[in-house]
Each structure stands twice: as structure tokens, then as C-alpha cells.
């Protein structure tokens, strides 16, 4: 069996491709970059790589870093899942509350069947997504319109605004808009935190 893959280019391709996902890769993308199964099998055998879950591996020499449970996360959820809710609260350090699940919004049509993951099914727009972290995410207004909505307690939703705004994360132009666009309970909780920042 040949153990190596059939080049260099092979490993280098793989290396760049998990080395912006803190190490981790999925077996889509390592027989993309050219590796076989049999060749992965053989890295996990030999400890190179370690077998996170199945069709999700990691680096094993990679140095660790903060939110792999994300990145695992979204890795396992697939390429089109954004980080959101609880999770992005955290990502951001807006929260001290600690989710106790992984959230993640999915596209309609998207997959389903990770009972492990918290996922919910909803279109985000091209301006209510970004990158934190080396992650995809929603937004901060449009992370902490999903918050109020789905019930965080009000005096976390208050504090995230209010820091978001201290740390220059948004703007309060950006988080007004984005509450009068939701309505109900996002609209009051955060119309009432910005009405606080500005007084």
C-alpha cells in the first residue's frame, strides 16, 4: 500500500486548507487536496492525524486554539452553516453566559441530522454574515436581534448591546435599524439598552 500521498503538493494543499479551520479538515477536504480513505486511515493509524468524529480529523502536531468546539461544529454541520445565537454571543465576548450547545443557522434545505448541534433553519442576507475568528458568523446586530428573540435573559441582551457599542463592534445606527427591522421583543429590549448608552 502506498502510505504517501502522490505528492507533496498533496499534504501542502491539506496543510492550507486546515490550517485556517485551527487544524481541523473533513474528509471531503483531504480527498479534494488527494489523499484516499486508505491514506487517511493509515495517518490516523500512525497519529499524524486524529479521527474527531467520523468524516472530521485534525492535525495532530497542530497547536491548539481557542473555539475548536465551533469549528468542529461548523465542520460537521457543513460549508453553508454560520455560526449564531448563544454561540456567536460568546465568539464575539458579549456574554458571559456559556452555551451549553453549539448553535448554528442552516439554509432551508440544508441537513438536519446533527443531534449534537443546536441548528436553526433561516436565510441570512450577504450583510448579516462575516468572519471572527477564522469562523463564518452572523453579525453582531443581527446575532443579538436572533438572541432577544429566541428569550436570553433581558440583562444579557442589554449587556451585549451595551458592549458591542464600547468595543465599537457596531454602531448604534447599525442596531437601531436592525431592531426596528425585527419588531417585538428585539425592537424593545434593544431600543431600550441604546436609549441607556446614549444618556
Not at 16 to 27: D, K, L, R, S
Not at 52 to 77: C, F, K, T
Not at 80 to 90: G, Q, Y
Not at 174 to 193: D, I, K, N, P, T
Amino acid at each position: 500500500m502506498n502510505s504517501k500521498p502522490s505528492n507533496q503538493s498533496s499534504h501542502e494543499a491539506l496543510y492550507q486548507v486546515a490550517g485556517q479551520q485551527a487544524g481541523y479538515f473533513t474528509a471531503t477536504q483531504a480527498r479534494a487536496s488527494g489523499y484516499s480513505q486508505r491514506q487517511l486511515t493509515y495517518y490516523v493509524k500512525t497519529h499524524r492525524f486524529k479521527r474527531i468524529r467520523p468524516g472530521i480529523y485534525r492535525m495532530s502536531q497542530y497547536p491548539s486554539s481557542a473555539n475548536e468546539d465551533l469549528v468542529i461544529a461548523w465542520l460537521e454541520a457543513g460549508p453553508t452553516a454560520v455560526i449564531s445565537h448563544e454561540s456567536a454571543l460568546a465568539l464575539y465576548e458579549l456574554s458571559d453566559a456559556l452555551p451549553s450547545e453549539v448553535h448554528l443557522i442552516i439554509p432551508p434545505k440544508a441537513s438536519r441530522r446533527h443531534p449534537s448541534l443546536r441548528l436553526h433553519t433561516n436565510r441570512l442576507s450577504a450583510d448579516e454574515t462575516t468572519w471572527f475568528g477564522g469562523l463564518p458568523v452572523t453579525t453582531v446586530p443581527r446575532t443579538i436581534m436572533d438572541v432577544a428573540v429566541s428569550g436570553l435573559a433581558e440583562e444579557l441582551v442589554i449587556q451585549a448591546v451595551h458592549q458591542a457599542i464600547q468595543r465599537g463592534l457596531t454602531t448604534i445606527e447599525s442596531l437601531r435599524a436592525a431592531a426596528e427591522r425585527r419588531g417585538g421583543r428585539a425592537c424593545h429590549l434593544v431600543q431600550r439598552a441604546l436609549q441607556e448608552v446614549i444618556s
